[in-house]
């Protein structure tokens, strides 16, 4: 088969797959609204904010109303019964003065706040690296698929042209079914290759909550650009005050600090301010006629010293030292982790560029080779054989390099997700990538 026919093959089967429409900026935006995972985490945010308020309500006064009425009956000796009634209404205000466990609430939900945040934002990064996934792995299958098509297109050539030599005598029957076996495994390719793009399409669809639209190929060439910094420690040094992830473990530890002086405040007194209002009405016994109305005052401040809880304020210290160690672990366990993380996503990343070029540069060598198989064959020096070897060649590498491009797509995307520094433009970087041209 000519270099020409077989690009001209791999052109149809792309265009085949329906008008381009939707390009990876408006697949996430359609993920922002239908994702269930994303929006799972919005309202875990909007819970998280409320901790604030709450932690504070604990030193702003606290009133409660009251009243009551009651029909009474007095039974007298004299057989003169007596039925009244008597109404209270009571207003009461507490005010704490000291509760240190209040003060270090307060502080420990401000560190709560910033955990929900960082992890809404790291939601939010886990969106844009999930779509452009989805999103390349139905463009990686839709690829596959029409290089299988090319391929049996290109077999079936083949096979056809060893059995026309077959029947003339110029080749042998090995090489008849030699190309028969190529075809075969061809065609179970190809049944395999649709099966999956229709499973990554579905991926997609359950991602933005609709059938997934044509999708916005990658251009080829693909331009490629090494990480910027070009510094695999200025990635690494970044991470540690940008990553989210640390920053919610390092806010974990400083939670746990906190703790050990909360459970130590058991043991400090506390000092509250209480005023209360009371109004009674009740019928006038003694003379029998009107009725009594008083109302009653009163402002106080009460102190509570505590003499002993049972061990219960000591055992609760043990507990958050305790605690306070294990999130000092768990903050030295994430930094090392992210530290990894920035470091891998950053050589995948510049070892994906020289992957590519490679690539590019053993397609080309391929199908020079498979040119040079196909001429030889017509002048007789080489076999139907060694032309489908050449053939085969070629659509692997053509694959491996498109799987080759994607990766490096994502890989930019994931180091800076890795860094905490992922956002919108950088996934619009991405979509420029993408077209025709």
Not at 62 to 90: C, E, K, W
Not at 146 to 157: D, G, H, L, N
Not at 188 to 196: G, M, T, V
Not at 319 to 337: I, P
């Amino acid at each position: 088969m000519k270099p020409t026919r077989l690009a001209l093959l791999l052109a149809a089967a792309g265009f085949a797959s329906g008008a381009w429409a939707a390009d990876l900026m408006g697949v996430y935006k359609d993920a922002l609204v239908s994702d269930p995972v994303y929006q799972s985490a919005r309202a875990q945010y909007q819970a998280g904010l409320e901790r604030l308020p709450q932690a504070k309500a604990g030193y702003l006064p606290f009133v409660t109303g009251s009243a009551s009425a009651f029909r009474n009956n007095l039974d007298r000796d004299d057989a003169s019964d007596i039925n009244y009634n008597n109404q209270t209404y009571a207003v009461t205000l507490s005010q704490p003065l000291f509760r240190w466990q209040n003060w270090i609430a307060i502080s420990q939900a401000e560190k709560q706040v910033m955990q929900t945040e960082a992890t809404f934002s790291t939601a939010k990064q886990d969106l844009i690296v999930r779509t452009a996934q989805a999103y390349f792995d139905v463009l990686l299958a839709q690829d596959n698929v029409a290089f299988s098509e090319a391929q049996k297109k290109a077999f079936a050539e083949q096979l056809a042209q060893a059995k026309r030599n077959f029947e003339v005598g110029t080749s042998t029957i090995v090489d008849t079914l030699e190309a028969q076996a190529r075809y075969d495994q061809t065609v179970a390719k190809e049944i395999f290759d649709k099966n999956d793009l229709e499973v990554k399409r579905q991926a997609l669809q359950q991602l933005i909550g609709k059938p997934a639209e044509a999708l916005v190929p990658l251009k080829d060439p693909l331009a490629l650009a090494p990480p910027q910094p070009a510094s695999l420690e200025s990635w690494v040094n970044a991470a540690a005050g940008s990553s989210f992830a640390v920053a919610i473990a390092r806010a974990g530890y400083d939670i746990a600090v906190q703790e050990v002086d909360r459970a130590q405040a058991g043991h400090y007194p506390t000092v509250d301010l209480s005023a209360t209002w009371q109004h009674n009405r009740n019928p006038n016994l003694t003379s029998g006629i009107g009725t009594l109305a008083q109302s009653v005052g009163s402002v106080g401040v009460s102190v509570s010293v505590p003499l002993f809880a049972g061990g219960g304020t000591q055992s609760r210290v043990r507990e958050a030292l305790a605690g306070r160690d294990r999130a000092q672990q768990d903050l030295e366990n994430t930094q090392r982790t992210v530290a990894q993380s920035v470091r891998t996503n950053y050589l995948g990343v510049t070892s994906g560029i020289a992957q590519v070029r490679a690539l590019e540069q053993a397609l080309a060598s391929t199908q020079s080779q498979l040119d040079s198989t196909i001429l030889g064959r017509d002048v007789g020096v080489r076999t139907s054989v060694d032309v489908l070897n050449a053939q085969q060649q070629v659509f692997q590498t053509r694959r491996d390099l498109q799987q080759a491009r994607y990766n490096y797509l994502l890989g930019t995307l994931r180091l800076k997700a890795a860094s905490g520094t992922l956002a919108e433009p950088d996934l619009e970087q991405v979509n420029r990538a993408l077209g025709r041209g």
